[in-house]
């Protein structure tokens, strides 16, 4: 039973409420399919490449495959929430290959000494990427650079950097429990990584839809200016979304580090666009203010499913690469449309 | 284009000083470059001799050039991720197909010219025509032209003639040729601002919606641009294959960075209508000085790029404090060159 809105003299209007309220429904419905439309095509791409997939192998839709997918596609899952929070704010995040890199070179190299404890490391070289996103923040903030000026500034300090703290050549190997983090399986087929990438999604989702800074973020990208005057303190929305993003690379690269037991110079490079291209797949407006992190996932795993189904149809990477850059475009049209 | 007549009293330094203020990111680079050229040669002792020009120029030119083509996209608003992949496809495609003769190499790099602005068009086409967000669209394309150029050569080689080589990275007369063709690119840049077509440009990318009011073409600018860009890569992959003499499918994805790194030193802004590609051709013949200068200074190569990311930083600030200094914080569109 609704409770009838009393207005300032007291005076109740049941009849004026159920139209608010059945406003308000309609509006919110209308938000979520507007929602639907933006996310959907990532998903129904994804469908589309499976049951492809599928014709082509049988055994695409093993459980095994499956598990590969999504551990392989985990790594854009991770920095694209980042990235998309960039894009979001209207801005991009170039830095994220030599933080990917930097971050897992350092735990390495950490990993390597003998006294080391993996919490600790861990929680020093997220720091230090944090650290970095900051930087990042502050010089689009305070030394009003534009952010593709600052982040790409940033990598490429950060290239040099590496390559000075490794001279060159980066050793050391993954913490055990990485390994097995990114590598085990539960079950026999299911992999570990699917329930903290589950905790991260969730949380990710949470923090953008549902918390204060997530509107703020919103609100910053769709216009600096309003949301100034809004009182919102954009200065510092804008260096959070920044750390967010370098603290969301770095866990991209440790991932990488537990997956593949190496670091080397350049493991980040091949993630930027692909970070990118997810986000904008899913849904986001490439000028900020517009996209969800559904979107992103769904852009994510459209892409791992995409370069499965390429490998699986031709042995060639010429032809795979045009393919893929060919999809992506029919996909951008699709979401368009 | 003529300027205003000139009043009673103004002297050749008045002149110059307005020529300065008005242009002044692009006197900036220029001095900076110079500054770098000449630090450079105080530390290497020797005296400026042409070899050490001529490499510092060579070393410099694929990346300045390109970064003029980019520079266009950017001054109209747009964004190009495309150059890496392009310059690849254009580099196996020259290496494959130039022919032996004089004739033969100048009609390998009219086709690889064309060929360039043809692939432009088609990133222009996708954005304009489809209205793609550039950054997807060129980053799409990017794939498609690197997968073409491995499909061309998968394996590092093709044939390219000493002719070839030599007449592009040796000297033509007295000058370098590297030189030379610095100067034809700047050449083209300075036709395109006299044009009609230079107006639209900056009136597009500094504010579409007042051009579209104001009658300036858009979308045929942004198409033309697009197709200009690709015709600058056109000239840069000419320069990279003389120079690496062969052909790799895999050449063109480190420019990338690189490339954008020089747009952003020569004063070029994000989101349209303020910058010249002049200033970003300069600014790649930096960031080439700087690692020579480092070398110079005995310092390990891998300190370069920590040099190069603070130096880019250094770079927007001065241009932004230059900018503040000149008295004006945008220039209005359609004006001349800076």
């Not at chain 2, 390998?108 to 432009?120: R, S």
């Amino acid at each position: 039973m609704r409770e009838p809105l009393q207005d300032k003299e007291g005076v109740t209007s049941t009849v004026a409420t159920e139209i608010q309220t059945a406003n308000l429904g309609r509006e919110m419905r209308a938000v979520w399919r507007r929602n639907l439309w933006m996310v959907a095509p990532a998903y129904a791409g994804v469908l589309f490449l499976l049951v492809v997939g599928y014709i082509i192998h049988p055994s695409f839709d093993s459980l095994t495959h499956l598990g590969t997918l999504v551990v392989l596609a985990s790594f854009v899952i991770v920095i694209g929430f980042g990235q998309g929070l960039a894009i979001l704010t209207g801005g991009l995040d170039l830095s994220l290959p030599y933080v990917m890199t930097f971050a897992a070179v350092e735990l390495a190299l950490a990993n390597s000494s003998a006294h080391s404890s993996l919490v600790w490391s861990t929680l020093w070289v997220l720091g230090l990427c944090v650290m970095i996103g900051v930087v990042n923040g502050l010089g689009i903030v305070w030394l009003k650079l534009s952010p593709i000026v600052m982040t790409l500034a940033t990598n490429t300090v950060l290239n040099g950097g590496v390559l000075v703290l490794t001279n060159g050549a980066p050793g050391g190997s993954s913490p055990g429990a990485l390994l097995t983090l990114m590598n085990g399986q539960l079950f026999g087929n299911v992999p570990i990584l699917v329930l903290p990438l589950a905790g991260f999604v969730i949380a990710g989702v949470v923090l953008l839809e549902r918390t204060t800074f997530g509107r703020r973020v919103y609100a910053v990208g769709n216009s600096p200016t309003v949301a100034w005057l809004s009182g919102v303190n954009v200065g510092a929305i804008v260096v959070s979304v920044y750390a967010v993003s370098a603290l969301c690379s770095g866990l991209g690269g440790l991932m990488l580090l537990g997956f593949a037991n190496q670091s080397f110079i350049g493991m980040g490079d091949q993630y930027l666009l692909p970070s990118i291209a997810a986000v904008v797949i899913g849904g986001a407006s490439a000028l900020g203010g517009r996209g969800k992190y559904i979107g992103t996932i769904g852009g994510a795993i459209l892409l791992e499913a995409l370069s499965a189904v390429l490998g699986a149809l031709s042995q060639s990477a010429a032809v795979q690469d045009i393919l893929y850059g060919l999809i992506i475009l029919l996909a951008m049209l699709a979401v368009r449309v | 284009m003529r300027g205003p007549a000139r009043p009673i009293g103004t002297t050749s330094l008045t002149l110059l000083l307005q020529a300065v203020k008005r242009n002044h990111v692009t006197t900036f680079v220029l001095s900076l470059a110079v500054f770098l050229l000449l630090l450079k040669t105080l530390l290497q002792g020797q005296g400026l001799s042409r070899y050490a020009l001529t490499s510092s120029v060579d070393g410099s030119l694929v990346v300045g050039i390109a970064a003029m083509g980019e520079t266009l996209v950017i001054l109209a608003g747009g964004f190009d991720l495309s150059v890496g992949g392009i310059i690849s496809f254009l580099n196996v495609v020259l290496a494959t197909h130039l022919g032996f003769s004089p004739a033969g190499e100048m009609g390998g790099v009219a086709l690889i010219l064309a060929l360039g602005a043809a692939l432009g068009l088609c990133n222009g086409l996708l954005v304009v025509s489809l209205h793609l967000q550039p950054i997807i669209a060129t980053l799409a394309t990017s794939f498609v032209w690197s997968g073409a150029a491995l499909l061309v050569l998968n394996q590092p080689g093709g044939v390219v003639p000493a002719s070839f080589v030599n007449a592009l990275t040796g000297d033509w007369g007295p000058v370098p040729a590297g030189l030379i063709v610095a100067c034809a690119a700047a050449g083209v840049w300075y036709a395109i601002c006299r044009h009609r077509y230079g107006t639209f440009l900056y009136a597009s990318g500094g504010d579409p919606e007042a051009a579209a009011a104001n009658g300036v073409p858009v979308g045929r600018t942004l198409l033309i641009t697009y197709t200009l860009a690709g015709l600058f890569y056109g000239g840069a992959a000419v320069f990279l294959t003389a120079q690496t003499a062969g052909g790799d499918a895999n050449i063109g994805a480190p420019l990338l960075l690189p490339v954008f790194a020089a747009v952003v030193i020569g004063g070029t802004v994000f989101g349209g209508g303020q910058g010249n590609a002049v200033a970003s051709l300069l600014a790649g013949f930096i960031l080439d000085l700087i690692g020579e200068v480092l070398f110079v200074l005995g310092v390990a190569s891998f300190y370069t790029d920590i040099f190069e990311g603070l130096v880019l930083v250094a770079a927007v600030l001065a241009t932004t404090l230059a900018a503040a200094l000149a008295g004006r914080r945008r220039e209005h569109a359609g004006a001349t060159a800076r």
